[in-house]
């Protein structure tokens, strides 16, 4: 079913205006996370997933997130937008999974400097900025603020 799933939020985006893979480092207090993504954009959709391992202390866990966002307007000269993000973190056997809602504006182009603002049903803030370079390569930084917390994360893309 999950896979069914994938395949139809994938189909939203038949022509993308760029796809990118991406590798991401994070910290947030003693939590330590290294990532690999996907993403595809256009001026409509965006989609984007991610997994990775995350460690605190001593414990080791699965990291995986998907989400599919639609722009109001256009999101390569910059829209507001409506989202959806599903997360899911594992240790062992145990799992604990969540979905959130989402609105921000962003500016997603894949060419220049990109940026992104957005606030969740939990009331979580996150912002990243991504800089593009002709070669396709983005380099990116983010910060989210939770309730509790906060995480900065490094991450480096690159088109195809």
């Known amino acids: 079913m999950k896979k069914i799933l994938l395949l139809l939020l994938l189909s939203f985006i038949a022509k993308p205006d760029y796809t990118s893979f991406g590798f991401g480092v994070g910290t947030s207090g003693d939590v330590d996370t290294i990532a690999i993504g996907y993403e595809q954009v256009d001026s409509k959709f965006r989609f984007v997933t991610a997994g990775g391992r995350s460690e605190v202390f001593d414990v080791s866990f699965g990291v995986y997130s998907a989400g599919l966002d639609y722009a109001f307007g256009n999101f390569n000269e910059g829209s507001l937008y409506a989202g959806l993000t599903y997360s899911r973190v594992a240790i062992g056997d145990v799992a604990e999974s969540d979905t959130l809602l989402g609105v921000g504006y962003g500016k997603l182009s894949g060419e220049g400097l990109d940026y992104n603002l957005e ?7 996150s912002t990243n900025i991504t800089q593009w370079t002709e070669d396709g390569l ?4 983010g910060v ?9 994360t490094l991450s480096l893309q690159y088109q195809f």
């Open 119 to 125: 606030v969740d049903s939990e009331g979580d803030v």
């Open 138 to 141: 983005g380099i990116g930084v």
């Open 144 to 152: 989210v603020f939770t309730e509790y917390d906060e995480a900065i």
